[in-house]
């Protein structure tokens, strides 16, 4: 097993302080914040689509951690993306969110294509 990564970061508040990296983050830890907004992120996921020729992203997603959060959790979470929003998922959260997702895809997208499709080959 390695050691942990650890990450000095002058803050705001507190003023220097060392803290471990977790394997995951990807993000530069900069100078000036304060204590409580130190963020972890990992690698973003993106749902991409082309539309008249330009790339649209949807739906991004990545890990994230406030490890000194002193308002909300300090739990590792999924953000994501959504409607301009970045609400946080659990896993339980994030299922639900993947199940509405397919959901909509399956019930509600397919559908609309199959009919769409109906309507330009001449049906009603």
Known sequence: MSTPRTV????????????????????DHPAGNH?????HD?????????VDGRRVELLRANLTQFPFSESGSR???????IDGEHPEF???GLGDL??????????????????LQSLQEGGQ
């Open 8 to 27: 000095a970061v002058e803050t705001l508040d507190y003023g220097p302080i060392v803290l471990e990296e977790p394997s995951w983050c990807v993000v």
């Open 35 to 39: 204590r409580s907004g130190i963020r």
């Open 42 to 50: 990992g690698v973003q996921h993106t749902a991409v689509v082309d």
């Open 75 to 81: 739990d590792v979470k999924v953000v994501v993306e």
């Open 90 to 92: 659990d896993a339980a």
């Open 98 to 115: 993947a199940a509405s997702i397919t959901a909509h895809a399956l019930y509600g997208l397919l559908p609309l294509r199959a009919r």
